[in-house]
């Protein structure tokens, strides 16, 4: 089986590619009849899944790998362990799964760069759901010690009270770009006069 374009993949960081990737390998693989099991990198495809908030289907990819290589393969279960916490919407306990994570050399690049979107990600769920929250709040699910988490929310112009060890949160000023494109606008003017007139 060609896996050029999955090693392509890897070493571009194109991480967000790996599952499609993988999924096709595997359909190429079963169509072509080729037993590859054994062999196959289920902790890259499940991370790939992660990586691409697709937690449904790395559920199912889940279920699908042999109870062998489950128990053969104790990273294939600790990157589940992340699943897992993603699934049941665990936030500390993906920080907290992602800092137990013993993985080998090329699965390290991908858990890092997951740690670092997870975190974007929880930063972003923050400034939508959040005018003010606690320090320890933030740190919970930012996936720091409050110390971190205060300085990390501070650079990105939040607010400290220190009183009340509360964070005022700075929304984003979100800039949408109007294109006024000519043929709108003389749509929208023969509609205006037709109903005028």
């Known amino acids: 089986m060609d896996t050029s374009l999955l090693n392509e993949a890897l070493a571009s960081n194109s991480y967000d590619k790996i599952a499609d990737i993988c999924d096709n390998l595997i359909l190429q693989g079963a169509a072509e009849g080729i037993d590859f099991q054994d062999d196959w990198p289920y902790a890259i495809h499940l991370l790939g899944h992660i990586y691409n908030n697709d937690i449904n289907s790395a559920r199912?990819?889940?279920?699908?790998?042999?109870?062998?290589?489950?128990?053969?393969?104790?990273e294939v279960v600790a990157v589940w362990k992340i699943g897992q916490k993603l699934w049941t919407r665990d936030y500390a306990g993906v920080h907290e799964a992602i800092r137990e994570f013993n993985s080998s050399p090329e699965v390290q690049p991908i858990v890092a760069s997951f740690a670092e979107l997870y975190k974007k990600r929880m930063f972003e769920l923050l400034l939508s759901a959040y005018s003010t929250i606690s320090i320890q709040d933030a740190a919970h699910f930012l996936g720091m010690n409050e110390n971190d988490a205060t300085?990390?929310?501070?650079?990105?112009?939040?607010?400290?009270?220190?009183?009340?060890?509360?964070?005022?949160?700075?929304k984003q000023a979100v800039i949408t770009e109007q294109k006024l494109d000519p043929s709108k606008l003389q749509r929208l003017t023969e509609y205006v006069f037709h109903l005028e007139h």
Do not use: C, H
């Open 60 to 74: 199912f990819l889940w279920k699908k790998i042999p109870a062998a290589i489950k128990e053969a393969r104790p």
């Open 151 to 170: 300085n990390y929310v501070l650079q990105q112009g939040w607010v400290l009270d220190s009183a009340s060890q509360m964070l005022t949160v700075k």
